[in-house]
């Protein structure tokens, strides 16, 4: 039975890294229409409501009411045939986090911070940037956003914070002898997200791109396996956060797991993603538990310089649409409007020049400015390797140069990109590389 995932790409907000789930339309099972409303979710700005792309029935739902999400998560799907069985219980799907969970990012950090109390307060006049949930706690706690510090991203302030601040709070109401707040409560069913018990697969896109790359992929993953999909530093989300080396794009992807709780985990790579899943790997900051990499940079120093370029300085559709099929062995996988909806979304990101600045520094003169062959080589966990032969952007020749424990898959008939190209295949292969690792 074929499931088409429901999603939402953004949050309103340059920091915003997770939605608060408010309310389910449908339940499982039941029937939708295109344009129908299936769910309301609450960033730090306001409720967005998210209507249905297609006719269908609401197969499964992974974030219930009063659960927070990634944004990018895969909040359930939507199944061209109506399941048997009926509504599953969301309690039964949070417990196995079925295909394309993508983990909240408020989850438990992996160095505690509770004993930590903010200590500065925000500048007077600036807008506490906070999470939808930790908005919610500090309404419910009386508590002002504005005393508090927070700890993520550019001060973003996440349930760990409001939770610090109400342990500091209680420490000092028990000192004077008086009775403490009581605890805040949240939903039950969050805890599958606060508590994960597996590591996650975490996937990195290319060059150019964005997670929602990743679309077609992540549901066809096996019933369990929980993802993160992140965006590149200088792209998507992370627009105004360019780098300029591979090992600062190491760096800053190793931060932002870090401040999700993430600290070890399955990683998949494509094209400079794949770089610096590597680069990520050597960094030695996350315990990798298995890599995948899908046409990755680093292997070899030849890449297609006209892609890039026509990459980072498209501006039009039709220029857009040609340099977009040299990536694929056959232009017809390309999805109908691929190329408008990668332009639109470029524009509204606002990355063309952080792109554009990444292009120059990352591959100077047309070549790979980086060599991580012995990062691979220095792997001691299952890795996969999975490149089309028809690869016109980086040559699939460098799949010579990966080290005789690693798993080589060449694809006929693909090119740069399997995940667009074969995505039932690249789950599979992504999924069997998991189960390798135990």
């Known amino acids: 039975m074929a499931t088409h995932p429901i999603i939402i790409d953004s949050a309103g907000g340059e920091y915003m890294e997770a939605v608060l789930v408010i309310a389910w339309a449908v ?3 039941d029937p939708v229409k295109t344009g129908e409303l299936l769910v309301t979710v609450e960033t730090a700005k306001a409720a967005t409501e998210i209507e249905a792309d297609r006719d269908g029935w609401l197969a499964e739902i992974f974030f219930a009411e009063g659960q927070e999400a990634p944004v990018g998560a895969v909040l359930g799907t939507i199944a061209d045939e109506k399941p048997i069985g009926g509504e599953k219980p969301i309690a039964a799907q949070s417990a196995s986090i079925a295909p394309a969970t993508a983990t909240a990012a408020e989850t438990i950090p992996r160095d505690p911070v509770t004993s930590q109390a903010p200590s500065s307060t925000r500048p007077p006049g600036n807008r506490a ?3 939808p949930l930790a908005r919610r706690l500090a309404a419910a706690a009386g508590l002002n956003l504005a005393t508090i510090s927070g700890s993520g991203p550019h001060g973003r302030i996440k349930k760990r914070d409001i939770d610090a601040t109400l342990a500091a709070r209680a420490h000092e109401h028990d000192g004077a002898g008086q009775r403490p707040p009581t605890a805040v409560q949240t939903s039950p ?4 997200a606060l508590a994960r018990q597996t590591a996650p697969v975490v996937l990195i896109h290319g060059f150019g791109a964005d997670r929602s790359v990743w679309r077609q992929v992540v549901p066809l993953l096996q019933s369990g396996i929980e ?34 709780g993430v600290g070890n985990a399955h990683l998949v790579g494509h094209s400079l993603g794949g770089a610096a899943v590597l680069a990520l790997a050597r960094l030695g900051r996350l315990a990798v538990r298995s890599v995948t990499l899908l ?19 498209a501006t039009t559709v ?28 470029m524009e509204k990101a606002g990355n063309r020049d952080a792109i554009a600045a990444m292009a120059e520094s990352l591959f ?3 070549t790979q400015g980086f060599d991580l062959v012995s990062a691979l080589g220095e792997l001691a966990v299952p890795a996969r390797l999975i490149w ?6 980086i040559p699939v020749a460098h799949a010579a140069r990966a080290p005789g424990f690693t798993a080589v898959h060449l694809l006929d008939g693909v090119g740069h990109v399997p995940q667009i190209e074969a995505p039932a295949l690249t789950a599979r292969l992504i999924t069997e590389t998991v189960r390798s690792a135990g």
């Open 129 to 131: 940037v906070a999470s």
């Open 318 to 345: 039709q220029a857009l649409q040609q340099w977009l099929t040299v990536m694929v062995g056959d232009p017809a996988a390309l999805p109908s409007g691929y190329a408008q909806a990668a332009l639109r979304q």
């Open 388 to 393: 089309g032969r028809l690869d016109r952007v």
């Open 189 to 192: 069913v969050a805890a599958p």
């Open 364 to 366: 100077p003169d047309g």
């Open 27 to 29: 339940k499982s099972g």
């Open 227 to 260: 993802t993160i999909s992140l965006d590149l530093p200088g792209h998507g989300a992370e627009a105004a956060r360019p780098a300029s080396s591979i090992e600062e794009i190491a760096f800053l992807l190793s931060d932002r797991l870090e401040d999700m």
């Open 295 to 313: 046409a990755p940079g680093g292997l070899g120093p030849e890449i297609n310089a006209g892609f890039i370029a026509g990459l980072a300085r």
